[in-house]
């Protein structure tokens, strides 16, 4: 079964930085596509970065030049590097394969972006 914990947000002003960090546990395919997901109160959550384990990467537009998705595959880790955070960043953070599964949801980590 596959658990992820995610960790690294915090309340920081507009153009700062943060980098989170998800760590993998579990069964897990060698060959597998990992993303981060946010999700803002009341909304749905959304994809906005993967990386395959070959290292190919996507982005979402939002966070494309801002945002870098990254893997340690010996670590067993996922971290994205958030640079120029903007106050519509603002949400709960998790990792999780792509595609999703369903049960492997973690507790996520919430960033806040306010002046």
């Known amino acids: 079964q596959l658990r992820l914990v995610e960790s690294g947000g915090g309340l920081v002003q507009p153009g700062e930085f943060l980098n989170l960090s998800c760590v993998v546990s579990?069964?897990?395919?060698?060959?597998?596509?990992m993303g981060w997901y946010r999700q803002v109160q009341g909304d749905e959550r959304e994809m906005i970065a993967w990386?395959?384990?070959?290292?190919?990467?996507w982005y979402e537009d939002s966070v494309k030049g801002r945002f870098t998705i990254s893997r340690d595959n010996a670590k067993n880790t996922v971290n994205l590097q958030m640079n120029g955070l903007k106050p519509e960043d603002t949400a709960v953070y998790y990792c999780?394969?792509?595609?999703?599964?369903?049960?492997?949801w973690g507790q996520g980590t919430r960033v806040t972006v306010s002046a």
């Open positions: 999780n394969r792509f595609p999703y599964i369903a049960d492997a």
């Open positions: 579990g069964s897990i395919p060698s060959v597998n596509v």
């Open positions: 990386i395959h384990s070959a290292g190919a990467t």
